[in-house]
């Protein structure tokens, strides 16, 4: 088993910045994919970013450029850099870890970028 905790959520003008993190604990060794996901009011969950155990990351569209996924492997953590939010961006905000076939999520941290 492995547990997620996210933490930096928050409410932010339009324009500004959050960083979020997300601590696993539990069964870390063999962790391969880490990533953050949102869902927005009335939507459907999405993929925001997703970075491997060597590194490579990828983003969704609407995000690039003004998001950055780290991760320090060493300390189970996976960071989310998010730059320029716009109201838009408003969601909770999920830590989701792949470790052999299964996946694991934390609770969710609230987004929230007002106009």
């Known amino acids: 088993q492995v547990q997620l905790v996210e933490s930096g959520g928050g409410l932010v003008q339009a324009g500004g910045s959050l960083r979020l993190s997300c601590a696993a604990s539990?069964?870390?060794?063999?962790?391969?994919?880490m990533g953050w996901y949102r869902q927005g009011p009335g939507k459907q969950r999405e993929l925001v970013a997703i970075i491997t155990r060597f590194g490579v990351t990828n983003y969704v569209d609407s995000v690039k450029g003004r998001f950055t996924i780290s991760r320090d492997s060493a300390k189970n953590t996976v960071q989310l850099q998010m730059n320029s939010l716009k109201p838009e961006d408003t969601a909770v905000y999920y830590c989701k870890a792949q470790r052999f076939e299964y996946d694991y999520w934390g609770q969710g941290t609230q987004v929230t970028v007002s106009s």
């Open positions: 539990g069964s870390t060794t063999s962790i391969n994919d």
